[in-house]
């Protein structure tokens, strides 16, 4: 067992939370080209812990922001189901794995990217 798997649900939840905040803000297709348009450059989603449903998308052009995990979340938007492999429900599964992995803190190198 590892340790994402002895996490409380209520993580799983919040998971939902988040994406359902992102998904009514921003339709999965129109993420999915946002990503596609911008593959040279980083696409994020911001947020904080304080208030999970105000979910915003940040495109780094400039390099000037990165992977957080803490009180704000900077969570990256994986690329390779928009970009390499465009196929709907992976972007989907990936995004939301995104989101559960910062949650837990998980390192940058452990993102789907």
């Known amino acids: 067992m590892n340790r994402y ?3 409380d649900p209520h993580q799983h939840k919040l ?4 994406y359902g905040g992102l998904i009514s803000k921003y ?3 129109d993420l999915m080209r946002l990503v596609k348009e911008n593959k040279n450059c980083t696409v994020y989603i ?3 812990r304080e208030n999970p449903m105000d979910v915003d998308i940040v495109v780094d052009k ?3 922001y990165s992977y957080c995990c803490g009180d704000v979340l900077m969570i990256p938007i994986p690329k390779k189901f928009a970009v390499l492999e465009p ?10 794995a995104n989101i559960f992995l910062a949650l837990m ?3 940058e190198k452990e993102l789907h990217s």
């Open 5 to 7: 798997e002895l996490e």
């Open 15 to 18: 998971v939902n939370r988040i």
């Open 27 to 29: 339709k999965l297709e």
């Open 46 to 48: 911001a947020l904080t």
């Open 62 to 64: 400039e390099g000037r």
């Open 87 to 96: 196929d709907k429900k992976y972007f989907e599964m990936t995004l939301k």
């Open 105 to 107: 803190k998980a390192d």
